[in-house]
């Protein structure tokens, strides 16, 4: 290229930067324009409402709204959207509606919204579309959140993300208050599968994938859905481990480990918060401003607005008791930062918040920064424009290749624990014996968030999908399957005839877990697995016959008895309405396992640790000795690890580096493997963890091939939080790991590091 030519293209560049630049402020410009014009023409109580969120129940039949089949209330409508001004609803009923009820409720909400209100500002509805469109009836439902951060992959993440936001478009809802970033290190909280696992980088990883797959480039696309991140932030690390309980979490240990997946989740643009329901450090969500106020909407410079969690604010007062009367408790959570109230189920939020801009003791500005961030998503939603479902959705929704996707999901979610001599896959011609509580069980497979909030009524499943024993029957015979259920979750029911069919068996599927659940009603006094399960396991073992343990559960519940006897152990978590298939599938070698743990597999209840062991942790006769540990899972083949490379042996602040290792399939099945990159920062000012997960991938290789692998890590990635509670870098050594290798090297400088530049982003 001559001088002129390159110097064109430079000044080429700039040009379009400028103007790309200057498309996005015009942009922003007419956007605020746009927001500041409906502030001027709103009244004080038009704004009000706008903060309020009620669910549907409040405007639906019934005299707790909660009449089946469902429907609206015209009357009660009108109230809310016309003399309370609501901005949002929420929710479903008592169990999901299909497609048609869910675009029949949209189209009467927003007829009344955008037609008969002075200011036709759309209703925004917002709903809980945990593992696909949950709430609508016949959606494809994926593998919970936990067992889909079990794959390490990024693509399936993006997929399920995208498939979920066309669903739930179809139900003609825009808004889906999930992923959960919040990370889950507490074993025995309820809620632990709806996070993506313990480690920070899988964590901001998946979920921001994910993010991108609801969301697009845009969210305001017609197929597209905005996502919520939350529960901002440190609610699932409960002390006592139950639901909506106190964690004591230190500003460090917030910083460290609880907001860099926030952030990623920003980063990827979501734009909508909801807020940890719970307390830390003695400061409820709702009431911390430092939290909310501060580091969300300064530091890490959130411009979208937050939504408070259900009846959360009025809690300050009835159950925290920080706020000495119910009023006090709406002040002291909009001066906290929280910008739309969760209600739900009246409209004394409006009132008081009334009351509270009246007496002057919410300011103006904060009610008017509130309402600008709510328009704002409104707007970038295309809710003005498209207020309605686009009945053009319909014919996208549930469509086969979903299915097809899911299931895909659902098998490389599957995490095999143990595989004794190589008894998995079963030969297709085995008679086998499927015993457990989990076995014929759809919701077992899919547990809270599914049709009901707690997924436990297994006659509203649909009909066509099958649960593990049926998928099995389907695959191999009916005629070579014995079904005997041994026990329930917690109760025996013949022990005796499943021991008598194992012995005319040639394998034992034995199906244990938990049964469906979601938050509070989840809550458990011991991570141990209910004794009659492990009694039934353990009948099992002792017919010598191989015993092949299938987990279908939400946490890791401790199985320690019954480990050593069992032939194979199939960690399957909640796999959704494909699971029953994809775990056949695996049983068979159909599919090859290759999921990974995303979380830590305690051996016993007191032992609860996360990989990331602080030096005192594993120190003096300590150690990191749980029964499976993170990033654990076993494939039907074997892989080999070679050449790991590094191409600088010393970095500056500025400088990549880069880690390769080439990894190769020695097995003679096909096969995927994740590739784990984890870092340690040899010494530092703050102690510093055993090793952190810097980087991963999931590689696919035929029998005998190989694949380089690279990793870049720069500065960011090896910063931690400093003794002054800011993200700072130390010089010094740092020891880069992928499976059994390790190699060196050095980092030169030192320097403080934004908290909007903080770790976990590939
Ligand atoms: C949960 C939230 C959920 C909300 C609305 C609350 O009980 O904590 O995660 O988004 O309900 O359904």
Redesign the pocket.
């Given at each position: 290229m001559t001088m002129l030519k390159i110097a064109m293209t430079i000044v080429g560049s700039l040009l379009l930067i400028g103007a790309m630049r200057g498309t996005d402020s015009t942009a922003a410009a007419s956007l605020d324009r746009r927001v500041q014009d409906l502030l001027r023409q709103m009244t004080l109580e038009e704004k009000v409402g706008q903060m309020t969120q009620v669910t549907i129940d409040v405007v639906s039949k019934g005299v707790d709204g909660r009449l089946e089949p469902h429907e609206l209330d015209s009357a009660k409508l009108d109230r809310a959207i016309l003399q309370y001004h609501v901005g949002s609803i929420?929710?479903v009923g008592p169990a999901g509606y299909s497609v048609d009820h869910w675009n029949e409720v949209i189209t009467t909400i927003q007829d009344v919204a955008t037609r008969r209100t002075r200011l036709k500002i759309p209703i925004l509805y917002g709903i809980?579309a945990v593992h696909g469109a949950n709430y609508t009836l016949g959606a494809t439902l994926f593998p919970q959140p936990t067992a889909l951060a079990a794959t390490w992959n990024r693509e399936l993440a993006s997929r399920t993300g995208e498939i979920t936001a066309v669903e739930t478009r179809a139900s003609g809802i825009p808004w889906n208050?999930y992923p959960v970033m919040d990370i889950g290190r507490q074993p025995l909280w309820p809620r632990l599968w709806e996070t993506f696992g313990e480690d920070v980088c899988l964590t901001s990883s998946m979920g921001g994938a994910y993010i991108k797959g609801l969301q697009g480039a845009d969210f305001g696309a017609r197929d597209k859905v905005a996502a919520c991140l939350?529960?901002y932030a440190g609610y699932g690390f409960p002390m006592t481990g139950k639901d909506r309980t106190a964690a004591w979490i230190s500003e460090r240990m917030l910083r460290e480990y609880f907001l860099p997946p926030f952030e990623a989740g920003i980063r990827a643009g979501a734009p909508t918060v909801?807020v940890n329901?719970a307390e830390v450090d003695g400061i409820p969500g709702h009431a911390n401003h430092h939290l909310i106020t501060e580091v969300l909407k300064g530091e890490l410079k959130f411009d979208g607005f937050v939504v408070s969690?259900?009846q959360d604010v009025q809690r300050l007062h009835t159950r925290d008791r920080v706020a000495s009367s119910p009023k006090e408790a709406v002040r002291m959570a909009i001066m906290a930062g929280v910008d739309m109230s969760?209600v739900p189920l009246d409209f004394t939020f409006f009132d008081l918040l009334l009351e509270c801009a009246k007496d002057g003791s919410v300011a103006a500005s904060r009610i008017d920064d509130a309402v600008g961030r709510i328009l704002k998503v409104k707007i970038r939603m295309g809710l003005f424009e498209r207020p309605y479902p686009d009945p053009s959705l319909k014919s996208r929704f549930a469509e086969g290749s979903s299915a097809r996707q899911n299931l895909l999901t659902a098998q490389e979610a599957i995490t095999l624990l143990k595989n004794q001599n190589g008894v998995l896959p079963l030969a297709r011609t085995a008679r086998v014996l499927v015993t457990g509580p989990t076995a014929n069980s759809l919701s077992a497979l899919n547990s809270g968030w599914t049709i009901t909030w707690q997924g436990n009524e297994e006659a509203r499943y649909p009909k066509d999908k099958l649960t593990l024993l049926r998928a099995l029957q389907s695959k191999i015979g009916a005629e070579r399957v014995t079904y005997v259920p041994g026990t329930t979750f917690d109760k025996p029911v013949d022990i005796v005839a499943a021991v008598d069919a194992a012995r005319r068996a040639d394998a034992i599927v034995a199906c244990l877990g938990e049964r469906a659940y979601c938050?509070t009603p989840g809550n458990i006094d011991d991570l141990t697995l209910d004794d009659v399960q492990l009694i039934l396991a353990n009948a099992m073992i002792k017919t010598g016959k191989p015993v092949i343990i299938v987990l279908i559960e939400g946490r890791p519940r401790i199985i320690r008895p019954v480990v050593d006897g069992a032939a194979a152990i199939l960690m399957a978590y909640l796999p959704g309405m494909e699971g029953g298939n994809a775990i056949a599938d695996v049983l068979v070698g159909d599919a090859n396992p290759s999921g990974k743990l995303p979380i830590t597999y305690p051996k016993y209840p007191n032992a609860l640790q996360t990989y990331d062991a602080k030096p005192a942790d594993l120190y003096d006769g300590n150690t990191y000795a749980p029964q499976f540990p993170f990033g654990y899972g076993l494939s039907y083949t074997t892989f080999s690890y070679s050449d790991m490379t590094i191409d600088r042996t010393a970095m500056g602040l500025r400088d990549t580096v880069h880690i390769a290792i080439t990894v190769k399939n020695t097995g003679a099945r096909p096969g995927k493997e994740v590739v784990q990159l984890y870092v340690r920062d040899d010494y530092g000012s703050v102690s510093r963890p055993d090793r952190q997960l810097k980087g991963f991938a999931k590689v696919s290789l035929e029998p005998g091939e190989g694949t380089k692998v690279s990793f870049a890590l720069t500065s960011s990635d090896l910063s931690f939080v400093g003794i002054p509670h800011a993200r700072i870098v130390e010089p010094g050594t740092f020891t880069a790991m992928i499976d059994r290798f390790a190699v060196p090297f050095t980092l030169l400088n030192k320097a403080s590091v934004p908290m909007t530049d903080a770790g976990g982003k590939r």
């Open positions: 929420l929710n809980d208050f939350k529960h909801m329901s969690d259900w969760m938050e």
